[in-house]
């Protein structure tokens, strides 16, 4: 079982076993893999907590889950997931951090977490105006041969490769 | 409707969800692309691990999903999509990756790993921007959105092709494109 504990795997083996659990998803929860939607519920949820029912008769919201569902579940369960890996395998570590940002812009956790939070504002607002990720799009569209999921792929890529030319191009 | 019923499948679906999630984390974490270094390296095109873990899940997930198309068990679900919602949003989308570090998926894989720039800003930030956009929403919808509109297309339907037609080149491609990487020593 040593497969278990290995910190990694080869990224063939982790992206087969994801393209099984895409059948998976399809199959049983006739679902397929994805993650954003999950974050724009729960800013609906939090919006209800101060508002009440107000939010969620806004357009956009009544085009999505405003409550737990089977999406939600999924995200909570890829925390605990890579939790689990990570715990068993010795790779679990508490880091306000990363290195390769340490080394471009130094080890101060304010910088960082102010930058990954408008990086997630970006995320946030472009995966809805997508209308998918990495996942729904990325992976899940791909596999259908949407078009709209190639398209978006391709792009998240290109302003991705972009940005972080801009952001560690002196670096 | 059988109100006792109900709650019992939803209950059943939402376990589903934490189940398939548990598995999915548990593969982006043995993937390693619940990690920042691993993420900016690729978008600075010197660690292609990203890339070679989504197409390794295309390449078996497509014929899979198309099978259990053909035996009539699932259906396929393409997003109706644009050039004003795909191209604009997937760069949108493709700046706060490079910033993020993380993308929506991996960004719950990374705070299962512990890192806290992930749980702490990257969640708060996704949040607040996923709000924003349900705000402009109702002024975009009906504008620049349609820009482009080609609907739920697929690939075999825009071509007017069967689909394994498009499956198997589509895999074929996809599989030399990874050893292109792996000769290029990617």
């Known amino acids: ?171 | 409707m059988n109100t006792t019923t109900v709650p019992a499948n939803r209950r059943r679906e939402l376990l589903w969800g934490l189940v398939f999630g548990i598995a999915f984390g548990f593969f982006l974490h043995k993937g390693a692309v619940t990690k920042y270094d691993v993420i900016i390296g690729q978008l600075l095109l010197q660690d292609f691990t990203v890339l070679k873990v989504m197409l390794a899940a295309v390449i078996v997930g497509m014929p899979g999903i198309y099978a259990m198309k053909r035996l009539g068990w699932v259906e396929l679900q393409p997003k109706a999509g644009s050039l004003g919602i795909n191209v604009i949003g997937g760069l949108l989308f493709g700046i706060g990756f490079a910033v993020l570090g993380y993308c929506p998926g991996t960004l719950a894989g990374a705070a299962g790993n512990g890192y806290l720039d992930a749980l702490v800003g990257g969640v708060a930030g996704i949040i607040v921007g996923s709000d924003l956009f349900a705000r402009v929403y109702p002024k975009v919808r009906g504008g620049i959105q349609r820009w482009g509109y080609f609907g739920d297309l697929t690939l075999p339907r825009w071509l007017k092709l069967n689909d394994w037609a498009v499956v198997i080149p589509a895999m074929i491609l996809l599989i030399l494109l990874l050893f292109g990487l792996e000769m290029a020593g990617l």
């Open chain 1, 1 to 171: 079982m040593d497969w278990l504990t290995q910190v990694r795997w080869s990224p063939y083996a982790a992206g087969a076993a994801i393209g099984v659990l895409s059948w998976l998803t399809f199959l049983i929860s006739k679902r397929p893999l994805g993650c954003s939607t999950a974050f724009a519920t729960t800013g609906a949820m939090i919006r209800r907590l101060f508002q009440g029912n107000k939010a969620e008769q806004q357009p956009y919201y009544r085009t999505i889950a405003t409550r737990i569902d089977w999406q939600w579940m999924l995200v909570l369960g890829i925390v605990i997931g890579a939790f689990a890996s990570a715990w068993i395998s010795g790779d679990f570590a508490l880091q306000w951090v990363p290195a390769r940002w340490a080394a471009a812009f130094g080890s101060a956790p304010l910088p960082r977490l102010l930058v990954a939070a408008l990086g997630g504002v970006f995320m946030g607002f472009g995966s809805r105006w997508a209308n998918g990720c990495t996942s729904g799009h990325g992976i899940s569209g791909t596999l259908q041969l949407a078009i709209s999921s190639w398209i978006s792929a391709i792009f998240f890529f290109i302003g991705g490769i972009a940005a972080a030319f801009v952001l560690f191009g002196g670096a």
